[in-house]
């Protein structure tokens, strides 16, 4: 592969690819990746569902899968069954001037040799519009075949005019037992030395990425060789694993799913899976200040005024976290935690308030009752509950008749608000 020497953001490879790094110092995932479809491991399906995957004649596709699925392994196999050129551009790094040379190469290497390209665009959801559109009119020509990956799905992340012209093609993630054909397969080429039942944890705790699992395989490799003649045993590479495997992102779909998690564990009074998520993110590099701030949420939203403490407890969290910091702020989070996970629960302050605002937002203006308001002569008519016995008494608070917003249950402390506000209004 001969990296182009003008901008450093595009590749351009052939059948016969120039070595410029020692092939061992490669990642083992580069290194392993097959070049033909008969040593393409998984995804039987997309050549049932898109038969012109195997054909001489190759469209302009996206290839849409998780992260692993072999979508970069494929587009390689793709272009060299039908005899194109192939280029790979940076989408991250490569603006629209370097697209634009690329695109040139391309026309350059069709007039002058007869040598059709293929363009592949690694996380083609990270172009922006005028990237989108810059392809577009040679897409539409026809000067090259387009080859976009993405794990996003494409039909959100692609715009539609380009979208129509290039075809759908998804992967899925991948089995434990194709990982594990992979593992094998490359093992043996390499002559990798592992013990027994340590690739299937490797494939096992790779969750369908081969990618993440050959760059295990790799690690394990490279600390073999380092190691010698006495190879990691089964215990040692289990360790190298899991401190290996957690994975965790700060604003997409695993950093949703473990708080979404976190919260549903609470509200469902289980206080040691709250304990197992908030340690996950934790370990994860989640801000202690995010997580403070969704316990205030939470004390209100979920326990309310069955444990008026808890709102308490959660700003005084908030508080502490802000100002100590971690890893101290794991106890301070921890007691928090483990309290409102423990504390009755009531959504009736929650629910209170959405209902109000849908009367609101569904009635014209409501007036304020004359005895109610700042200045007004119907003012002597405003009964001050303090001067009645027990500080209440009946009297009118709106001009309409409203429906029961505010339903506190017969729970914790709310039980007492639901017998006193009974007492005073039935």
């Known amino acids: 592969m001969v990296t182009n020497e003008q901008t450093g953001l595009f590749e351009q490879s052939s059948d016969h690819p120039v070595q410029t790094v020692n092939d061992s110092r490669r990642p083992l995932a ?93 996380e083609i959801h990270r172009f922006n519009k005028a990237q989108q559109d810059a392809l577009l009119p040679h897409v539409e020509a026809g000067d090259f075949t387009l080859i976009g990956a993405t794990t996003e799905n494409p039909r959100s992340s692609v715009n539609r005019a380009l979208l129509s012209r290039l075809q759908v093609v998804q992967l899925t993630r991948l089995s434990s037992s194709e990982v594990l054909k992979i593992l094998e397969a490359t093992s043996q080429k390499y002559k990798i030395q592992t013990p027994p039942m340590a690739l299937d944890f490797v494939a096992e705790y790779s969750r369908g990425d081969a990618r993440t699992a050959l760059n295990i395989l790799d690690l394990i490799q490279r600390q073999n060789n380092e190691l010698g003649d006495k190879p990691l045993d089964f215990n040692q590479i289990q360790k190298l694993i899991l401190e290996n495997s957690r994975d965790y992102d700060k604003d997409r779909n695993r950093h949703y799913d473990v708080i979404s998690a ?3 564990s609470m509200r469902g009074s289980d206080p040691d899976a709250a304990l197992l998520w908030l340690a996950v993110m934790i370990d994860g590099g989640e801000d202690p200040v995010f997580i403070a701030r969704r316990l205030v949420v939470f004390a209100s939203e979920d326990i309310g005024n069955a444990d008026p403490m808890a709102l308490v407890l959660a700003t005084t969290t908030l508080t502490a976290v802000s100002s ?30 959405n209902r109000a605002l849908e009367y609101v937002e569904s009635t014209s203006t409501i007036e304020v009752p004359n005895h109610l308001r700042n200045h007004h002569a119907d003012i002597k008519n405003y009964k001050y509950p303090h001067s009645f016995e027990g500080g209440f008494v009946k009297q009118k608070y709106s001009t309409k008749d409203l429906p029961d917003f505010y339903e506190p249950v017969d729970r914790g402390a709310e039980k007492g608000i639901k017998d006193r506000l009974d007492g005073y209004w039935n």
């Open 324 to 353: 100590i910091g971690m890893p101290e702020a794991r106890i301070n989070l921890a007691q928090a935690v483990t309290y409102l996970a423990a504390a009755e629960k009531s959504n009736a302050a929650y629910n209170g308030i």
């Open 30 to 122: 580069f290194r392993a990746r097959p070049d033909d479809l008969e040593d393409y491991v998984g995804q039987t399906h997309l050549f049932k569902r898109y038969p012109f995957l195997k054909g001489s004649s190759l469209p302009s596709i996206v290839l849409w899968g998780p992260p692993g699925t072999g979508k970069t392994t494929l587009a390689h196999i793709l272009a060299k069954r039908s005899g194109l050129e192939f280029y790979r551009f940076n989408a991250v790094l490569g603006g629209i001037a370097d697209l634009k040379k690329l695109i040139s190469s391309a026309a350059e290497m069709r007039k002058m040799f007869g040598k059709e390209a293929v363009i592949f665009i690694d």
């Open 262 to 264: 976190f919260v549903k």
